[in-house]
């Protein structure tokens, strides 16, 4: 069993950037692949990264690549999302999940295991 607490969300201007991170309890946080999602109002859940256990592949939806990055220190049992050149279209609870197994998933339903969510709100 892992659980998941994010931080690190709030208010930025356009343009900005924003350091996300999620700390994992228990000791076999390196077993697991880890992903981020968000969910806007009114809109389902969706993908923004995935890295593998090792920390050595990493997955983004087109919608953020280039401009977020996902990194994990499986010493401190944390994986980080660095948002950069943020946009309006961002705002958005973010959550982190993680999966036992080598694959990352780019479906909710591939992950059992959530983080309560934090807010990135980016003003235009």
């Known amino acids: 069993q892992v659980q998941l607490v994010e931080s690190g969300g709030g208010l930025v201007q356009a343009g900005g950037s924003l350091r996300l991170s999620c700390a994992a309890s228990?000791?076999?946080?390196?077993?697991?692949?880890m992903g981020w999602f968000r969910q806007a109002p009114g809109k389902e859940r969706e993908f923004v990264g995935g890295?593998?256990?090792?920390?050595?592949?990493?997955y983004y939806a087109d919608s953020v690549k280039g401009r977020f990055t996902m990194s994990r220190d499986n010493a401190k049992n944390t994986v980080y999302l660095q948002m950069n050149s943020l946009k309006p279209e961002d705002t958005a609870v973010y959550y982190c999940?993680?999966?036992?197994?080598?694959?990352?998933?780019?479906?909710?339903?591939?992950?059992?295991?959530w983080g309560q969510g934090t807010q990135v709100t980016v003003s235009s």
């Open positions: 890295i593998s256990r090792s920390g050595g592949s990493t």
């Open positions: 999940a993680a999966k036992i197994g080598i694959r990352v998933e780019v479906t909710t339903s591939g992950y059992g295991h």
């Open positions: 228990g000791r076999t946080f390196s077993s697991y692949a």
